[in-house]
């Protein structure tokens, strides 16, 4: 059964030869996006979702925290790019700025819905392809 964090690994494996990701995780302050992603020319901070099947009305703020919406509302204030990318059954919809906020109907929403090849490329398109791939930092133990 697909899940948000195995949507996220799969896409991960499209994009790791050629943009930066980083799954996020602070224990100390909540609300920090699931994935950072950086290129060429730009990053983006993602929170991800998963919907199992599409309601009749999609309220992205039913789904998220309110210190979630907080830090994206917040970093986007400060200029930063961030969105929010809802995976689905069939691949997913990612929504750039503060666009989480409105509320789509099933068919807006069926209508924007991309696969998952789909999905890598505008993160890559967003973010810009890295010539030779991501720098990948070495854990070295001093």
């Not at 990053?43 to 309220?59: M, N």
């Not at 200029?79 to 409105?102: A, E, K, N």
Request: hydrophobic share 30%; charged share 25%.
């Amino acid at each position: 059964m697909a899940t948000e964090t195995t949507k996220t690994n799969a896409l991960r494996k499209k994009l790791k030869s050629r943009i930066y990701c980083e799954k996020m995780s602070n224990p100390y302050r909540r609300g920090t996006p699931d994935c950072y992603y950086s290129g060429s020319t730009g990053g983006l901070w993602s929170e991800h979702k998963y919907l199992r099947s599409i309601p009749k009305t999609v309220d992205v703020t039913r789904i998220t925290t309110p210190l979630q919406q907080q830090w994206l509302e917040g970093r986007h204030r400060e200029g930063r790019s961030v969105s929010m990318l809802i995976f689905t059954p069939d691949g997913g919809v990612l929504l750039h700025g503060l666009s989480w906020q409105l509320t789509y109907s099933r068919e807006e929403f069926k209508a924007m819905e991309v696969s998952m090849n789909q999905l890598a490329e505008l993160i890559v398109a967003f973010c810009g392809e890295i010539p030779g791939g991501p720098f990948e930092q070495v854990n070295i133990r001093v």
